[in-house]
Protein backbone atom coordinates (compact mmCIF):
# COMPACT_ATOMS: atom_id res chain seq x y z
CA UNK A 1 0.00 0.00 0.00
CA UNK A 2 2.74 2.38 0.88
CA UNK A 3 3.64 1.53 -2.48
CA UNK A 4 0.18 2.76 -4.15
CA UNK A 5 0.97 6.10 -2.05
CA UNK A 6 4.45 6.75 -3.06
CA UNK A 7 3.08 5.80 -7.32
CA UNK A 8 0.24 7.76 -7.02
CA UNK A 9 2.10 10.98 -5.81
CA UNK A 10 4.83 10.95 -7.67
CA UNK A 11 2.82 10.74 -11.13
CA UNK A 12 0.76 13.92 -10.02
CA UNK A 13 4.10 15.39 -9.66
CA UNK A 14 5.40 13.88 -12.66
CA UNK A 15 1.84 14.84 -14.47
CA UNK A 16 2.96 18.71 -13.64
CA UNK A 17 6.56 18.02 -14.67
CA UNK A 18 5.80 16.48 -18.06
CA UNK A 19 3.37 19.20 -18.95
CA UNK A 20 6.21 21.34 -18.57
CA UNK A 21 8.55 18.94 -20.59
CA UNK A 22 5.46 19.39 -23.12
CA UNK A 23 6.10 23.02 -23.47
CA UNK A 24 10.14 22.72 -23.81
CA UNK A 25 9.56 20.20 -26.72
CA UNK A 26 6.69 22.15 -28.07
CA UNK A 27 8.95 24.85 -28.70
CA UNK A 28 12.62 22.84 -29.58
CA UNK A 29 10.70 20.63 -32.17
CA UNK A 30 9.23 23.58 -34.27
CA UNK A 31 11.47 26.42 -33.92
CA UNK A 32 14.99 24.49 -32.76
CA UNK A 33 15.50 26.72 -29.64
CA UNK A 34 14.88 25.96 -26.42
CA UNK A 35 12.95 28.22 -23.81
CA UNK A 36 14.38 27.92 -20.33
CA UNK A 37 11.92 30.19 -19.57
CA UNK A 38 9.10 27.92 -19.94
CA UNK A 39 9.37 27.05 -15.63
CA UNK A 40 8.58 30.68 -15.32
CA UNK A 41 5.64 30.47 -17.96
CA UNK A 42 4.37 27.44 -15.64
CA UNK A 43 4.94 29.87 -12.94
CA UNK A 44 3.00 33.42 -14.45
CA UNK A 45 0.18 30.88 -15.46
CA UNK A 46 -0.29 30.03 -11.86
CA UNK A 47 -0.30 33.53 -10.78
CA UNK A 48 -2.56 35.02 -13.34
CA UNK A 49 -5.09 32.30 -12.48
CA UNK A 50 -4.46 33.34 -8.79
CA UNK A 51 -4.91 37.10 -10.14
CA UNK A 52 -7.97 36.15 -11.69
CA UNK A 53 -9.68 33.67 -9.26
CA UNK A 54 -8.03 34.61 -5.17
CA UNK A 55 -10.75 37.60 -3.31
CA UNK A 56 -7.76 39.79 -2.57
CA UNK A 57 -7.36 40.14 -6.40
CA UNK A 58 -10.53 39.66 -8.81
CA UNK A 59 -11.84 37.41 -7.19
CA UNK A 60 -13.72 35.48 -10.06
CA UNK A 61 -15.29 32.22 -10.18
CA UNK A 62 -12.47 29.63 -10.86
CA UNK A 63 -14.10 27.81 -13.98
CA UNK A 64 -14.47 30.64 -15.63
CA UNK A 65 -11.13 31.91 -15.05
CA UNK A 66 -9.64 29.18 -16.86
CA UNK A 67 -10.01 29.87 -20.57
CA UNK A 68 -9.36 33.48 -19.67
CA UNK A 69 -5.89 32.80 -18.22
CA UNK A 70 -5.55 30.25 -20.51
CA UNK A 71 -6.08 33.13 -23.44
CA UNK A 72 -4.12 35.63 -21.69
CA UNK A 73 -0.95 33.40 -21.16
CA UNK A 74 -1.60 32.48 -24.74
CA UNK A 75 -1.71 35.94 -26.10
CA UNK A 76 1.95 36.23 -24.50
CA UNK A 77 3.31 33.33 -25.63
CA UNK A 78 2.64 34.63 -29.11
CA UNK A 79 3.13 37.99 -28.22
CA UNK A 80 6.58 36.87 -27.01
CA UNK A 81 7.59 35.44 -30.28
CA UNK A 82 6.41 38.21 -32.22
CA UNK A 83 8.10 41.08 -30.44
CA UNK A 84 11.57 39.03 -28.97
CA UNK A 85 12.21 35.57 -30.38
CA UNK A 86 11.40 36.46 -34.26
CA UNK A 87 13.91 39.01 -34.20
CA UNK A 88 16.37 35.90 -33.20
CA UNK A 89 15.90 34.45 -36.23
CA UNK A 90 19.27 32.93 -37.62
CA UNK A 91 21.14 33.79 -34.53
CA UNK A 92 23.17 31.87 -32.75
CA UNK A 93 21.77 29.19 -30.81
CA UNK A 94 23.64 30.17 -27.48
CA UNK A 95 22.26 33.94 -28.09
CA UNK A 96 19.11 32.53 -27.86
CA UNK A 97 19.68 30.54 -24.76
CA UNK A 98 20.60 33.49 -22.86
CA UNK A 99 17.57 35.25 -23.94
CA UNK A 100 15.29 32.80 -22.66
CA UNK A 101 16.94 32.42 -19.50
CA UNK A 102 16.70 36.18 -19.31
CA UNK A 103 13.57 36.24 -19.85
CA UNK A 104 12.69 33.63 -17.31
CA UNK A 105 14.42 36.33 -14.90
CA UNK A 106 12.54 39.27 -16.02
CA UNK A 107 9.24 37.36 -15.68
CA UNK A 108 10.27 36.19 -12.36
CA UNK A 109 10.96 39.76 -10.99
CA UNK A 110 7.64 41.29 -12.82
CA UNK A 111 5.56 38.68 -11.67
CA UNK A 112 7.24 39.22 -7.86
CA UNK A 113 6.67 43.26 -8.43
CA UNK A 114 2.85 42.27 -8.77
CA UNK A 115 1.98 39.64 -6.60
CA UNK A 116 4.32 39.90 -3.84
CA UNK A 117 7.66 37.57 -2.92
CA UNK A 118 5.58 35.92 -0.15
CA UNK A 119 4.09 32.10 -0.95
CA UNK A 120 0.44 31.93 -1.41
CA UNK A 121 -2.58 29.53 -2.09
CA UNK A 122 -4.56 29.95 -5.23
CA UNK A 123 -8.59 29.25 -4.06
CA UNK A 124 -8.53 26.43 -6.29
CA UNK A 125 -11.99 23.53 -6.04
CA UNK A 126 -9.36 20.76 -6.61
CA UNK A 127 -7.72 21.65 -3.36
CA UNK A 128 -10.45 20.00 -1.33
CA UNK A 129 -9.21 17.07 0.96
CA UNK A 130 -8.21 13.92 0.99
CA UNK A 131 -9.82 10.61 0.40
CA UNK A 132 -9.12 7.63 2.02
CA UNK A 133 -9.65 4.39 0.10
CA UNK A 134 -7.80 0.67 0.34
CA UNK A 135 -5.46 2.03 3.09
CA UNK A 136 -4.22 4.78 0.40
CA UNK A 137 -4.72 8.10 1.34
CA UNK A 138 -4.97 10.61 -1.46
CA UNK A 139 -5.40 14.27 -2.18
CA UNK A 140 -8.08 15.29 -4.43
CA UNK A 141 -5.54 17.74 -5.83
CA UNK A 142 -3.42 14.56 -6.89
CA UNK A 143 -6.03 12.75 -8.62
CA UNK A 144 -7.49 15.77 -10.36
CA UNK A 145 -3.93 16.54 -11.81
CA UNK A 146 -3.26 13.11 -13.37
CA UNK A 147 -7.25 13.21 -14.64
CA UNK A 148 -6.78 16.81 -16.34
CA UNK A 149 -3.44 15.79 -17.40
CA UNK A 150 -4.81 12.85 -19.38
CA UNK A 151 -7.73 14.86 -20.83
CA UNK A 152 -5.15 17.24 -22.05
CA UNK A 153 -2.86 14.97 -23.82
CA UNK A 154 -5.98 13.40 -25.38
CA UNK A 155 -7.02 16.94 -26.56
CA UNK A 156 -3.11 17.69 -27.81
CA UNK A 157 -3.24 14.60 -29.66
CA UNK A 158 -6.54 15.14 -31.28
CA UNK A 159 -5.06 18.84 -32.44
CA UNK A 160 -1.92 17.55 -33.83
CA UNK A 161 -3.91 14.61 -35.43
CA UNK A 162 -7.14 16.00 -37.20
CA UNK A 163 -6.46 20.49 -37.22
CA UNK A 164 -4.83 21.69 -40.39
CA UNK A 165 -2.62 24.26 -37.86
CA UNK A 166 -1.71 21.04 -35.72
CA UNK A 167 -0.96 19.27 -39.40
CA UNK A 168 1.12 22.62 -40.36
CA UNK A 169 2.81 22.57 -36.92
CA UNK A 170 4.11 18.91 -37.09
CA UNK A 171 5.07 19.67 -40.49
CA UNK A 172 7.33 23.01 -40.14
CA UNK A 173 8.96 20.77 -37.03
CA UNK A 174 10.11 18.21 -39.30
CA UNK A 175 11.22 19.92 -42.41
CA UNK A 176 10.86 23.81 -42.01
CA UNK A 177 12.38 23.91 -45.63
CA UNK A 178 9.53 21.97 -47.02
CA UNK A 179 6.89 23.65 -45.07
CA UNK A 180 8.15 26.90 -46.45
CA UNK A 181 7.60 25.05 -49.91
CA UNK A 182 3.95 24.10 -49.15
CA UNK A 183 3.17 27.45 -48.44
CA UNK A 184 2.76 27.30 -45.21
CA UNK A 185 3.56 30.21 -43.42
CA UNK A 186 5.95 29.00 -41.05
CA UNK A 187 6.68 31.85 -39.04
CA UNK A 188 3.06 32.73 -38.40
CA UNK A 189 3.00 28.31 -36.75
CA UNK A 190 5.92 29.51 -34.90
CA UNK A 191 4.08 31.69 -33.19
CA UNK A 192 1.45 29.64 -32.91
CA UNK A 193 3.33 27.06 -30.96
CA UNK A 194 4.37 29.42 -28.45
CA UNK A 195 0.77 30.27 -27.53
CA UNK A 196 0.29 27.04 -27.12
CA UNK A 197 3.35 26.30 -25.30
CA UNK A 198 2.00 29.26 -23.43
CA UNK A 199 -1.05 27.54 -22.96
CA UNK A 200 0.32 24.21 -21.74
CA UNK A 201 2.19 26.07 -19.15
CA UNK A 202 -0.46 27.78 -17.81
CA UNK A 203 -2.52 24.04 -17.35
CA UNK A 204 0.30 22.96 -15.77
CA UNK A 205 0.40 26.04 -13.49
CA UNK A 206 -2.77 25.77 -12.26
CA UNK A 207 -2.49 22.18 -11.16
CA UNK A 208 1.11 23.08 -9.39
CA UNK A 209 -0.59 26.01 -7.59
CA UNK A 210 -3.46 23.69 -6.86
CA UNK A 211 -1.46 20.40 -4.80
CA UNK A 212 -0.20 23.45 -2.81
CA UNK A 213 1.73 26.89 -1.74
CA UNK A 214 3.18 28.63 -4.98
CA UNK A 215 5.70 31.43 -4.81
CA UNK A 216 7.59 33.28 -7.57
CA UNK A 217 10.75 30.45 -7.52
CA UNK A 218 8.31 27.94 -8.34
CA UNK A 219 9.59 27.95 -12.12
CA UNK A 220 12.39 26.46 -10.87
CA UNK A 221 11.08 23.18 -11.45
CA UNK A 222 11.32 23.83 -15.04
CA UNK A 223 14.96 22.50 -14.52
CA UNK A 224 13.31 19.10 -13.39
CA UNK A 225 11.22 19.19 -16.44
CA UNK A 226 14.02 19.52 -18.94
CA UNK A 227 15.95 16.77 -17.58
CA UNK A 228 12.46 14.98 -17.61
CA UNK A 229 12.77 16.01 -21.42
CA UNK A 230 16.20 14.92 -22.32
CA UNK A 231 15.04 11.47 -20.40
CA UNK A 232 12.00 11.01 -22.72
CA UNK A 233 13.77 12.22 -25.83
CA UNK A 234 14.10 15.96 -26.69
CA UNK A 235 12.05 16.21 -29.56
CA UNK A 236 9.19 13.54 -28.74
CA UNK A 237 5.85 15.13 -27.23
CA UNK A 238 4.83 11.35 -26.08
CA UNK A 239 8.36 11.06 -24.73
CA UNK A 240 8.37 14.70 -22.93
CA UNK A 241 5.19 13.41 -20.80
CA UNK A 242 6.92 9.89 -20.00
CA UNK A 243 9.94 11.87 -19.24
CA UNK A 244 7.91 13.91 -16.43
CA UNK A 245 6.24 10.62 -15.24
CA UNK A 246 9.40 9.20 -14.42
CA UNK A 247 10.99 11.64 -12.57
CA UNK A 248 7.90 12.85 -10.41
CA UNK A 249 7.82 8.88 -9.91
CA UNK A 250 11.69 8.52 -9.01
CA UNK A 251 11.74 11.31 -6.69
CA UNK A 252 8.96 9.79 -3.96
CA UNK A 253 10.34 6.12 -4.23
CA UNK A 254 14.13 7.69 -3.73
CA UNK A 255 13.26 10.16 -0.74
CA UNK A 256 11.47 7.05 1.08
CA UNK A 257 14.28 4.01 0.04
CA UNK A 258 17.00 6.04 -0.30
CA UNK A 259 19.66 8.05 2.35
CA UNK A 260 18.35 11.76 3.17
CA UNK A 261 19.04 14.06 0.18
CA UNK A 262 19.70 11.60 -2.47
CA UNK A 263 16.05 12.10 -3.51
CA UNK A 264 16.98 15.53 -5.04
CA UNK A 265 19.80 13.72 -7.32
CA UNK A 266 17.42 10.75 -8.83
CA UNK A 267 16.01 12.33 -11.59
CA UNK A 268 19.77 13.85 -12.37
CA UNK A 269 21.66 10.35 -12.12
CA UNK A 270 18.91 9.04 -14.00
CA UNK A 271 19.64 11.86 -16.80
CA UNK A 272 22.99 11.16 -16.63
CA UNK A 273 22.60 7.30 -17.14
CA UNK A 274 19.99 8.14 -20.11
CA UNK A 275 22.69 10.51 -21.80
CA UNK A 276 25.68 7.83 -21.61
CA UNK A 277 23.09 4.41 -22.64
CA UNK A 278 20.41 6.25 -24.65
CA UNK A 279 21.53 9.46 -25.58
CA UNK A 280 18.72 10.45 -27.96
CA UNK A 281 16.37 9.39 -24.89
CA UNK A 282 14.00 6.81 -23.91
CA UNK A 283 11.24 7.34 -26.12
CA UNK A 284 12.98 9.23 -29.20
CA UNK A 285 11.46 9.59 -32.48
CA UNK A 286 14.95 9.58 -34.42
CA UNK A 287 14.88 8.55 -38.73
CA UNK A 288 17.92 9.17 -40.95
CA UNK A 289 17.01 10.81 -44.24
CA UNK A 290 17.52 8.92 -47.37
CA UNK A 291 19.28 10.17 -50.11
CA UNK B 1 1.25 30.35 -76.46
CA UNK B 2 1.54 33.41 -73.89
CA UNK B 3 4.35 33.62 -71.73
CA UNK B 4 3.52 32.19 -68.06
CA UNK B 5 6.28 33.23 -66.29
CA UNK B 6 9.28 35.60 -67.19
CA UNK B 7 12.46 36.27 -65.57
CA UNK B 8 14.41 39.22 -65.66
CA UNK B 9 18.03 40.22 -65.09
CA UNK B 10 17.68 38.14 -61.73
CA UNK B 11 20.92 38.80 -59.90
CA UNK B 12 20.50 36.73 -56.25
CA UNK B 13 23.19 36.80 -53.94
CA UNK B 14 24.54 33.88 -50.88
CA UNK B 15 26.20 36.14 -48.18
CA UNK B 16 28.69 38.11 -50.42
CA UNK B 17 28.57 35.15 -53.42
CA UNK B 18 26.83 36.29 -56.56
CA UNK B 19 24.78 33.22 -57.29
CA UNK B 20 22.82 34.26 -59.70
CA UNK B 21 24.66 36.67 -62.47
CA UNK B 22 21.57 38.46 -64.31
CA UNK B 23 19.55 35.38 -65.52
CA UNK B 24 16.77 36.23 -68.18
CA UNK B 25 14.42 33.36 -69.58
CA UNK B 26 10.77 33.06 -69.92
CA UNK B 27 8.37 29.84 -69.09
CA UNK B 28 5.23 29.43 -71.87
CA UNK B 29 1.70 28.31 -70.70
CA UNK B 30 1.91 24.60 -71.14
CA UNK B 31 5.57 23.93 -71.86
CA UNK B 32 8.20 22.05 -70.15
CA UNK B 33 11.40 24.12 -69.96
CA UNK B 34 14.82 22.83 -69.10
CA UNK B 35 17.72 24.99 -67.02
CA UNK B 36 20.86 22.62 -67.35
CA UNK B 37 24.20 23.10 -65.83
CA UNK B 38 26.79 21.72 -63.54
CA UNK B 39 26.87 21.72 -59.57
CA UNK B 40 27.00 25.25 -58.41
CA UNK B 41 25.70 26.89 -61.60
CA UNK B 42 22.95 28.83 -59.55
CA UNK B 43 19.72 26.39 -60.88
CA UNK B 44 18.86 25.82 -57.32
CA UNK B 45 19.12 29.12 -56.59
CA UNK B 46 17.12 30.51 -59.14
CA UNK B 47 14.67 28.23 -58.28
CA UNK B 48 14.52 29.43 -55.06
CA UNK B 49 14.43 32.80 -55.80
CA UNK B 50 11.29 31.88 -58.39
CA UNK B 51 9.00 30.73 -55.65
CA UNK B 52 10.29 32.81 -52.61
CA UNK B 53 12.60 31.22 -50.45
CA UNK B 54 15.50 33.36 -51.29
CA UNK B 55 14.60 37.21 -51.93
CA UNK B 56 16.75 38.62 -55.38
CA UNK B 57 18.94 41.62 -55.17
CA UNK B 58 17.91 42.82 -58.64
CA UNK B 59 15.75 42.25 -61.91
CA UNK B 60 12.54 41.10 -62.00
CA UNK B 61 9.78 37.60 -62.11
CA UNK B 62 6.57 38.03 -63.66
CA UNK B 63 4.53 35.46 -62.96
CA UNK B 64 0.86 35.59 -64.94
CA UNK B 65 1.59 38.73 -65.41
CA UNK B 66 2.10 39.91 -61.72
CA UNK B 67 5.53 40.78 -60.22
CA UNK B 68 6.32 38.79 -57.20
CA UNK B 69 10.12 38.93 -56.77
CA UNK B 70 11.06 39.23 -53.35
CA UNK B 71 7.14 37.86 -51.95
CA UNK B 72 7.02 35.96 -49.09
CA UNK B 73 6.73 32.24 -50.05
CA UNK B 74 3.30 31.25 -49.02
CA UNK B 75 1.76 34.13 -51.22
CA UNK B 76 3.86 32.55 -53.67
CA UNK B 77 2.34 29.10 -53.50
CA UNK B 78 -0.92 30.88 -53.11
CA UNK B 79 -0.42 32.06 -56.70
CA UNK B 80 -0.05 28.49 -58.20
CA UNK B 81 3.77 28.01 -58.31
CA UNK B 82 4.88 24.86 -56.71
CA UNK B 83 8.62 23.40 -56.27
CA UNK B 84 8.98 19.92 -55.74
CA UNK B 85 12.69 20.32 -54.18
CA UNK B 86 16.11 18.51 -54.67
CA UNK B 87 16.43 15.99 -51.97
CA UNK B 88 12.73 15.36 -51.86
CA UNK B 89 12.46 16.71 -48.47
CA UNK B 90 9.04 14.96 -47.66
CA UNK B 91 7.80 15.30 -44.04
CA UNK B 92 9.39 12.36 -42.50
CA UNK B 93 7.54 11.04 -39.38
CA UNK B 94 3.90 11.79 -41.17
CA UNK B 95 1.81 9.52 -43.55
CA UNK B 96 1.85 9.59 -47.33
CA UNK B 97 -1.67 10.75 -46.83
CA UNK B 98 -0.80 13.28 -44.36
CA UNK B 99 2.19 14.58 -46.58
CA UNK B 100 -0.69 15.18 -49.68
CA UNK B 101 -2.70 16.84 -47.67
CA UNK B 102 -0.18 19.61 -46.37
CA UNK B 103 0.55 20.05 -50.50
CA UNK B 104 -3.14 20.99 -50.88
CA UNK B 105 -2.35 23.41 -47.05
CA UNK B 106 -3.66 26.84 -49.17
CA UNK B 107 -6.88 25.19 -50.52
CA UNK B 108 -10.10 25.03 -48.72
CA UNK B 109 -11.94 23.47 -51.43
CA UNK B 110 -12.42 19.84 -49.80
CA UNK B 111 -14.28 17.94 -52.36
CA UNK B 112 -11.74 19.31 -55.02
CA UNK B 113 -8.88 18.03 -53.02
CA UNK B 114 -10.25 14.56 -52.35
CA UNK B 115 -10.82 14.02 -56.29
CA UNK B 116 -6.90 15.72 -56.86
CA UNK B 117 -5.93 13.24 -54.57
CA UNK B 118 -7.27 10.25 -56.00
CA UNK B 119 -5.44 11.69 -59.64
CA UNK B 120 -2.38 11.22 -57.76
CA UNK B 121 -3.50 7.62 -56.58
CA UNK B 122 -3.74 7.19 -60.41
CA UNK B 123 -0.35 8.18 -61.37
CA UNK B 124 1.56 6.80 -58.32
CA UNK B 125 -0.63 4.14 -57.27
CA UNK B 126 2.15 2.75 -55.18
CA UNK B 127 1.34 5.78 -53.09
CA UNK B 128 -2.17 4.77 -52.53
CA UNK B 129 -0.94 0.86 -51.86
CA UNK B 130 1.24 3.07 -48.65
CA UNK B 131 -0.96 5.53 -47.54
CA UNK B 132 -1.05 4.84 -44.02
CA UNK B 133 2.27 4.53 -44.18
CA UNK B 134 4.98 6.97 -42.74
CA UNK B 135 6.75 8.86 -45.50
CA UNK B 136 10.45 8.66 -44.17
CA UNK B 137 10.05 4.73 -44.62
CA UNK B 138 9.67 4.88 -48.27
CA UNK B 139 12.66 4.33 -50.78
CA UNK B 140 13.92 7.09 -52.82
CA UNK B 141 12.05 6.71 -55.93
CA UNK B 142 8.91 6.62 -54.06
CA UNK B 143 9.93 9.56 -52.05
CA UNK B 144 10.14 11.49 -55.03
CA UNK B 145 7.01 9.99 -56.15
CA UNK B 146 5.45 11.71 -53.41
CA UNK B 147 7.22 14.90 -53.71
CA UNK B 148 6.06 15.06 -57.14
CA UNK B 149 2.60 14.22 -55.73
CA UNK B 150 2.54 16.56 -52.79
CA UNK B 151 3.45 19.03 -55.53
CA UNK B 152 0.38 18.17 -57.48
CA UNK B 153 -2.28 18.49 -54.95
CA UNK B 154 -1.95 22.55 -54.83
CA UNK B 155 -2.95 22.09 -58.58
CA UNK B 156 -0.35 24.47 -59.88
CA UNK B 157 -0.03 26.37 -62.89
CA UNK B 158 3.70 25.78 -62.81
CA UNK B 159 5.72 22.91 -61.14
CA UNK B 160 9.48 23.53 -60.49
CA UNK B 161 11.37 20.70 -60.49
CA UNK B 162 14.56 20.77 -58.76
CA UNK B 163 16.42 17.39 -60.20
CA UNK B 164 14.41 14.76 -59.90
CA UNK B 165 15.94 12.62 -60.66
CA UNK B 166 18.55 13.12 -58.05
CA UNK B 167 19.92 9.51 -56.48
CA UNK B 168 17.23 7.15 -58.61
CA UNK B 169 18.32 4.39 -60.67
CA UNK B 170 18.66 5.11 -64.66
CA UNK B 171 15.11 2.66 -64.44
CA UNK B 172 13.21 4.50 -62.01
CA UNK B 173 14.36 7.54 -63.45
CA UNK B 174 12.54 6.73 -66.60
CA UNK B 175 9.38 5.86 -64.98
CA UNK B 176 9.32 9.51 -63.01
CA UNK B 177 10.15 11.24 -66.24
CA UNK B 178 7.55 8.86 -68.31
CA UNK B 179 4.92 10.34 -65.31
CA UNK B 180 5.95 13.68 -65.89
CA UNK B 181 5.67 13.79 -69.70
CA UNK B 182 1.97 12.43 -69.06
CA UNK B 183 1.05 14.89 -66.78
CA UNK B 184 2.57 17.58 -69.32
CA UNK B 185 0.36 15.93 -72.32
CA UNK B 186 -2.85 15.50 -70.37
CA UNK B 187 -3.18 18.31 -67.96
CA UNK B 188 -1.05 20.57 -70.06
CA UNK B 189 0.88 20.99 -66.62
CA UNK B 190 3.76 23.84 -66.94
CA UNK B 191 6.86 22.95 -66.06
CA UNK B 192 10.42 24.03 -65.29
CA UNK B 193 12.52 21.36 -64.76
CA UNK B 194 16.21 21.54 -63.44
CA UNK B 195 18.48 18.73 -63.78
CA UNK B 196 21.84 17.36 -64.64
CA UNK B 197 21.12 14.49 -66.35
CA UNK B 198 20.62 16.12 -69.57
CA UNK B 199 20.07 13.14 -71.82
CA UNK B 200 16.00 12.76 -70.40
CA UNK B 201 16.25 16.15 -69.67
CA UNK B 202 16.27 17.47 -73.22
CA UNK B 203 13.85 14.10 -74.08
CA UNK B 204 11.29 15.61 -72.15
CA UNK B 205 11.69 19.65 -72.70
CA UNK B 206 10.21 21.90 -75.64
CA UNK B 207 13.21 24.44 -74.80
CA UNK B 208 15.80 24.46 -72.95
CA UNK B 209 18.59 26.28 -71.11
CA UNK B 210 22.29 26.41 -70.36
CA UNK B 211 23.34 27.89 -67.09
CA UNK B 212 27.11 28.18 -66.18
CA UNK B 213 28.38 30.30 -62.99
CA UNK B 214 25.36 32.20 -63.07
CA UNK B 215 24.61 33.28 -66.04
CA UNK B 216 22.66 31.82 -68.64
CA UNK B 217 25.24 30.84 -71.35
CA UNK B 218 22.81 28.64 -74.30
CA UNK B 219 19.50 29.22 -74.98
CA UNK B 220 17.41 26.85 -78.08
CA UNK B 221 14.72 24.74 -78.12
CA UNK B 222 15.91 21.11 -76.94
CA UNK B 223 16.08 19.09 -80.55
CA UNK B 224 18.63 21.79 -81.46
CA UNK B 225 20.63 21.75 -77.91
CA UNK B 226 20.63 18.26 -77.55
CA UNK B 227 22.05 18.01 -81.05
CA UNK B 228 24.55 20.92 -80.18
CA UNK B 229 28.21 19.80 -79.99
CA UNK B 230 28.97 22.14 -76.53
CA UNK B 231 25.99 19.90 -75.18
CA UNK B 232 27.18 16.02 -76.39
CA UNK B 233 30.50 16.58 -74.77
CA UNK B 234 29.94 18.53 -72.13
CA UNK B 235 26.54 17.15 -70.80
CA UNK B 236 25.57 14.00 -72.69
CA UNK B 237 29.51 12.83 -72.42
CA UNK B 238 29.86 11.56 -76.41
CA UNK B 239 33.48 11.64 -76.56
CA UNK B 240 34.92 13.07 -79.78
CA UNK B 241 36.60 11.03 -81.37
CA UNK B 242 40.44 12.42 -82.94
CA UNK B 243 41.59 11.45 -86.48
CA UNK B 244 43.50 8.66 -84.69
CA UNK B 245 40.46 7.33 -83.15
CA UNK B 246 41.56 8.75 -79.88
CA UNK B 247 40.78 11.97 -77.69
CA UNK B 248 43.89 13.82 -77.20
CA UNK B 249 43.10 16.82 -75.97
CA UNK B 250 40.01 18.81 -73.72
CA UNK B 251 37.62 20.75 -75.86
CA UNK B 252 36.87 24.36 -75.40
CA UNK B 253 33.83 25.67 -74.93
CA UNK B 254 32.49 27.42 -77.75
CA UNK B 255 30.65 30.32 -75.25
CA UNK B 256 33.87 30.59 -73.80
Known amino acids: MEFMQLLLSGLANGCVYGLVALGFVLIYKATEAVNFAQGDFMMLGAFVMLGLVNPQYMGMNFWLAVPIALLIMGALGYLLDLTV ?5 GQNQTAIVILTIALGFVIRFVTGAIWGHEPVNLHSPLA ?3 IRAFGVVLSLADIAVIIVTVIMTMLLWQFFQRTKLGLAMQAASQNQMAAYYMGIPVKRVQGAVWALAGMVACVAGILY ?9 AGFIGIKAFAAAVIGGF ?14 VIEPFAARYLPPGYSQIAPYALLILVLIFRPHGLFAQVRTKKV | MSVLLEVRNLETFYGAIMAIRGVSLEVRKGQVVTVLGANGAGKTTLLKTISGIMDPEKGKIVFDGEEIQGKEPHHIVRRGIVQVPEGREVFPVLTVEENLALGAYTRSDKAEVARDRDLVFTYFPILAERRQQEAGTLSGGQQQMLAIGRGLMLRPKIMLLDEPSLGLSPLLTQEIFTILRRLNKDVGMTMMLVEQNAAVALDLADHGYVMEL ?4 MSDTAEKLAASEDIQSFYLGHANEGARGERRWKKRKTWR
Open chain 1, 85 to 89: LRHMF
Open chain 1, 128 to 130: LGD
Open chain 1, 209 to 217: ASKGSLDIS
Open chain 1, 235 to 248: GSLPGALMGGLIVG
Open chain 2, 214 to 217: GRIV
